[in-house]
Nanobody, 118 residues
Framework: EVHLEESGGGLVQPGGSLTLSCAAAGFTFSTSAVKWFRQGPGPGLMWVSKINSDGHTAYADSVAGRFTLSRDNARNTVYLQMSRLKPEDSAEYFC????????????RGRGTQVTVSS
């Protein structure tokens, strides 16, 4: 059974940094792409980033240049480093796997809350 667990969320001031972790189990992590999504207070789910099994990454325009996604296959973990955070980055962030297109997934974690506020 696929299990994904996020951690690292919290309250941070605008302009600050935070690193989220996603620990995975129950599937072959090293050959799997992992995605991050976020759900803010408004409607709609937003795809944030993706890292392929070869380490290639992609980012939504709104976070490109500020967020960095990496993976540690030895620890079955991906890390989302977020910097220069803005209030509009406030959301519940969750990691996910599966799905054919970048905006799709078949399994997700429960999420971790990020709040950017002074």
């Amino acid at each position: 059974e696929v299990h994904l667990e996020e951690s690292g969320g919290g309250l941070v001031q605008p302009g600050g940094s935070l690193t989220l972790s996603c620990a995975a189990a129950g599937f072959t992590f090293s050959t799997s792409a992992v995605k991050w999504f976020r759900q803010g207070p408004g409607p709609g789910l937003m795809w944030v980033s993706k890292i392929n099994s070869d380490g290639h990454t992609a980012y939504a325009d709104s976070v490109a240049g500020r967020f960095t996604l990496s993976r540690d296959n030895a620890r079955n973990t991906v890390y989302l480093q977020m910097s220069r955070l803005k209030p509009e980055d406030s959301a519940e962030y969750f990691c996910a796997v599966g799905g054919i297109n970048y905006w799709e997934y078949s399994s997700r974690g429960r999420g971790t809350q990020v709040t950017v506020s002074s």
